[in-house]
């Protein structure tokens, strides 16, 4: 039997990168899924076919993470579509990198409401839902920078941060009703994004890495993967780091 057999999962921001590789994951474990992106883009479209290619239920949302109102009414949507939710990984978020002293006040707001409201904003959207269940594994993509901080990502990192307080805050407050929270703390992951940065730059972080390489996507949905399965009943409240060493 497949580790996620019978079960709906919720990926936010899954249209690419990491958030794709999760739900790629998740569907050949057997779970239906429904996944959001802020458009309805070529990326969101080839997802939305090649989960369903999988054989299994899934379904792409068009939403705005960062908005409260439009995430309950996803959620009610997802619910109506698919009549439970036993998985959400709160995946979006964005970088707008650059050193205090010339970050704007937008750059700040936009990475917050991005990356930690919107997670706040999903596992409001949930609870209820997840309560009536008895059951449910809530999973917040954090970094390792949201440990050890980094300059020039002051607003990243501080989101980050708030990601991982979240879901062990998340935890002692619904631990007794069945429902886990975790986070995964990926280190320096090749995606679209890091794959524009010069061989000599991922060169150098890949120094910095006791195995030597950057992680990839599936690296990381592996993770995902054994916090969303019945494998992690008794683990809640913790931060797996997909780093390969490097925050040790």
């Not at 019978?6 to 899924?33: C, D, L, N, P, Y």
């Not at 917040?140 to 901080?149: K, P, R």
Request: with cysteine.
């Amino acid at each position: 039997m497949k580790l996620l057999e019978g079960k709906v999962a919720v990926v936010t921001g899954a249209a690419r990168g990491i958030g794709k590789a999760i739900a790629m994951k998740f569907a050949q474990e057997g779970a239906s899924v429904a996944f959001t992106d802020l458009k309805a883009d070529e990326n969101f479209q080839n997802t939305e076919k090649e989960l369903q290619a999988l054989g299994v239920k899934a379904k792409g949302y068009t939403s705005n993470a960062a908005d409260f109102e439009d995430t309950a009414k996803v959620v009610s949507e997802i619910v109506k579509d698919f009549g439970r939710i036993d998985v959400l990984v709160n995946n979006a978020g964005i970088t707008r990198d650059g050193l205090m002293m010339r970050m704007s006040e937008q750059q700040w707001d936009m990475v917050i409401n991005v990356n930690l409201k919107s997670a706040f904003n999903f596992i409001h959207a949930v609870t209820p839902i997840m309560m009536k269940q008895k059951n449910g594994s809530i999973i917040n993509m954090a970094s390792v920078v949201g440990v050890s901080g980094n300059a020039g990502q002051a607003n990243y990192s501080a989101s980050k941060a708030g990601l991982i307080g979240l879901a062990k805050s998340i935890a002692k407050e619904l631990g007794s009703r069945g429902i886990r929270a975790n986070a995964i703390a990926p280190g320096f992951i090749i995606t679209d994004m890091t794959a524009q940065l010069s061989q000599e730059v991922r060169d150098e972080w890949a120094q910095k890495i006791p195995l030597r390489r950057g992680g990839t996507p599936e690296d990381v949905a592996n993770a995902a993967l054994f916090l969303a399965s019945d494998l992690s009943g008794y683990v809640s409240g913790q931060t797996i780091h997909v780093c390969g060493g490097m925050n040790t």
